[in-house]
């Protein structure tokens, strides 16, 4: 039996994905699926938790493979009103991080609507910032705090 009911709607041109009930393991494979179903079509998700009142882990990585979908189509996959038990959830998992949370789906539409997207090369995207920390690692270079060269290095590496 589902404890969470998974619907779709559109609003101002944007898909909503909208949860409601209680999203855990027995259900995390459905909505992951459901949404990767929705990124297939659509650049950007927006997912109202309005009605959603408990998440566990299982159901925070449905959300992250959802969002890893809709970035390979060069979109984002945005929260919206996440309630007291699902935002503790996302906290200290530390997605508050990783997700551009909304207090509405009208807000959400809005940033959606008024925030241009550079699309950029799915290769580039996946290599990115991880390609040039290795390069310093391998060469017995220090490396600061995320794994890149410290400032003093990088500046000396470009005049050089």
Do not use: Y
């Amino acid at each position: 039996m589902a404890l969470v009911n998974v619907s779709t709607r559109e609003c101002d041109g944007q898909v909503v994905v909208v949860l409601r009930g209680v999203l855990d393991v027995a259900d995390a494979v459905s909505v992951a699926a459901a949404l990767a179903a929705v990124a297939a079509r659509e650049r950007e998700i927006i997912v109202d938790l309005a009605g959603l009142a408990f998440m566990d882990s299982s159901g925070v990585a449905a959300l992250v493979h959802g969002r890893k979908q809709a970035r390979v189509a060069g979109g984002e996959l945005l929260l919206v009103a996440p309630q007291p038990q699902v935002l503790r959830v996302l906290t200290l998992t530390r997605m508050l991080d990783v997700f551009r949370v909304c207090a509405s789906v009208d807000e959400a539409v809005r940033s959606v609507n008024h925030s241009p997207r550079v699309a950029e090369p799915v290769a580039q995207r996946r290599l990115g910032n991880f390609s040039w920390p290795r390069a310093a690692k391998r060469q017995g270079k220090p490396t600061g705090e995320r794994g890149g060269p410290l400032p003093a290095q990088a500046s000396q590496q470009a005049g050089a």
